[in-house]
């Protein structure tokens, strides 16, 4: 009872593909990226992704589940890339420039996902909230102990590691979802904000930014 008609009779070869539920994470994120959270629709996605609602039921149960698998799936990426940058060969502080680089890139690549998922959460969508709710657990916590050890090492001054964090990510990462979010809006400045955008975003002035940051913290 309750359950689409379309889950009742899907064709369980079809529903049990290995590629379905890849295809409809794919088109989820397609979804996301272009129209936000809220366009995900259990028929939209299985639309987009050429599959019937008994797959969709079959491999999520619900748009609920859906919503926070892809959240899962779309943020993955980014915690792997920070590990990997950690891990590699190197000192603590060419760890830690790396590791912030990457942030930005990964946020500057998916800004719009980011705007969305802000959005989303402030207009209650659950799965974006329980995300949201657990960034304490996520990649600052790598972040913290990246700045931690460049502290240990003595290139950069013993100030509080979240404060140094904040300092960082409010001037390299946090300018490219607001600016994005600001040009959505008709009272922008067109070309202010486009200016903004390009400074933002050029990886080369990123970079240089971070060397700025890096040298005022240091001892």
Do not use: C
Request: hydrophobic content about 50%.
């Amino acid at each position: 009872p309750g359950m689409p008609r379309a889950a009742k009779t899907a064709n369980p070869r079809t529903a049990d593909a290995p590629d379905t539920r890849e295809r409809l994470l794919r088109a989820g994120l397609a979804l996301a990226s272009t129209r936000g959270l809220n366009a995900l629709t259990v028929r939209a996605v299985a639309a987009e992704a050429g599959a019937n609602l008994g797959s969709f039921v079959y491999h999520f149960g619900t748009r609920d589940a859906f919503v926070e698998a892809l959240v899962e799936r779309w943020y993955a990426p980014l915690m792997a890339g920070l590990q990997g940058a950690a891990a590699a060969p190197g000192d603590a502080m060419s760890h830690l420039r790396e590791a912030v680089l990457q942030l930005v890139d990964w946020v500057i690549a998916n800004r719009e996902f980011v705007g969305h998922l802000v959005l989303a959460a402030s207009a209650g969508e659950g799965a974006a909230r329980r995300f949201l709710s657990t960034m304490d657990r996520r990649h600052p916590v790598l972040l913290l102990q990246l700045i931690g050890q460049a502290q240990a090492s003595g290139h950069l001054r013993p100030e509080p590691p979240l404060h140094v964090m904040l300092f960082l990510m409010s001037t390299l990462a946090l300018p490219v979802p607001v600016l994005h979010l600001l040009s959505q809006q008709a009272f922008a400045p067109a070309a202010m904000l486009g200016q903004l955008q390009a400074y933002a975003t050029d990886r080369a002035l990123v970079a240089e930014r971070l060397g700025w940051a890096l040298r005022g913290l240091a001892p």
